[in-house]
């Protein structure tokens, strides 16, 4: 039986100048999709906006605790966050509750970009995505450097930095519930609270990232803005 993948993209309405290149991505991947016999189903997730988050405020400042954990290594990258954040944040929550069992997932944010110089990477990930069958979670926005010319999963705990990027990743339904229960709470923003939670279940949660590029963030290489 040929496999799903679920494609759900974290899109910013108001950012439209982000909207063809998504598009132009979203074409290329489905295009990938058909060519290895994998049917493609894509959701939006674009609620709540930051207007919305104003509106509501007091609502979500009854999830915000900024409190500092004894000997916590997160302590530093506590901020107030602002709305745009907390948007992020509960998108980003909208989009693991749709992720779906018995299926890949991938989750996209809409400044994700497709460079001409890694599309053999993604075309080699996406003939062996068979790969997720062995791994809870799959970053693909960043990735260690090695010269093998084979995919290759890495643990996420040889990865020893805070993450730069969460623009795409794989996720499996049951990792998902447990990071959408991880993040009810505003401590965070979304980069650091997805660090810290593969790391602090990397016992029990097989997190991985690649030896090779597959996607770029757009925010990050100077097309839009952060």
Same mark, same amino acid.
């Given at each position: 039986? $040929? %496999?799903?993948?679920?494609? =759900?993209?974290?899109?910013?309405? #108001?950012?439209?100048?982000?909207? /063809?290149?998504?598009?132009?991505?979203?074409?290329?991947?489905?295009?990938?999709?058909?060519?290895?016999? @994998?049917?493609?189903?894509?959701?939006? #997730?674009?609620?709540?906006?930051?207007?919305?988050?104003?509106?509501?405020?007091?609502?979500?400042?009854?999830?915000?605790?900024?409190?500092? =954990? !004894?000997?916590?290594?997160? $302590?530093?990258?506590?901020?107030?966050? $602002?709305? /745009? /954040?907390?948007? $992020?944040? !509960?998108? /980003?929550?909208?989009?693991?509750?749709?992720?779906?069992?018995?299926?890949?997932?991938? +989750?996209?944010?809409?400044?994700? +970009? @497709?460079?001409?110089?890694?599309?053999?990477? @993604?075309?080699?990930?996406?003939?062996?995505?068979? +790969?997720?069958?062995?791994?809870?979670?799959?970053?693909? *926005?960043?990735? @260690?450097?090695?010269?093998?010319?084979?995919?290759?999963? =890495?643990?996420?705990?040889?990865?020893?930095?805070?993450?730069?990027?969460?623009? #795409?990743?794989?996720?499996?339904?049951?990792?998902?519930?447990?990071?959408? !229960?991880?993040?009810?709470?505003?401590?965070?923003?979304?980069?650091?609270?997805?660090? %810290?939670?593969?790391? +602090?279940?990397?016992?029990?949660?097989?997190?991985?990232?690649?030896? %090779?590029?597959?996607?770029?963030?757009? *925010?990050?290489?100077?097309?839009?803005? #952060?």
């Amino acid at each position: 039986m $040929n %496999k799903t993948l679920n494609i =759900i993209v974290i899109y910013t309405i #108001s950012l439209s100048n982000r909207s /063809q290149y998504i598009n132009s991505t979203l074409t290329y991947l489905k295009n990938l999709c058909e060519k290895n016999n @994998i049917a493609v189903n894509i959701v939006i #997730s674009n609620t709540p906006d930051s207007d919305t988050i104003i509106k509501e405020v007091d609502n979500y400042n009854k999830r915000v605790n900024y409190d500092k =954990i !004894e000997n916590c290594p997160y $302590n530093d990258y506590i901020f107030p966050l $602002n709305p /745009q /954040q907390i948007s $992020n944040i !509960e998108k /980003q929550r909208n989009a693991l509750f749709h992720v779906k069992e018995n299926e890949y997932n991938l +989750i996209l944010e809409d400044d994700v +970009i @497709i460079s001409k110089d890694y599309l053999e990477n @993604i075309e080699l990930l996406f003939k062996n995505l068979n +790969i997720l069958e062995y791994t809870d979670f799959l970053l693909t *926005s960043d990735f @260690i450097h090695n010269n093998k010319e084979y995919i290759e999963l =890495i643990p996420f705990e040889n990865y020893k930095n805070i993450l730069l990027t969460k623009s #795409s990743y794989f996720i499996n339904k049951k990792t998902a519930l447990q990071l959408y !229960e991880f993040t009810d709470i505003f401590k965070y923003d979304f980069k650091t609270a997805l660090t %810290k939670f593969l790391n +602090i279940n990397k016992e029990i949660i097989n997190s991985r990232l690649l030896n %090779k590029c597959i996607f770029l963030e757009g *925010s990050k290489v100077g097309i839009f803005g #952060s």
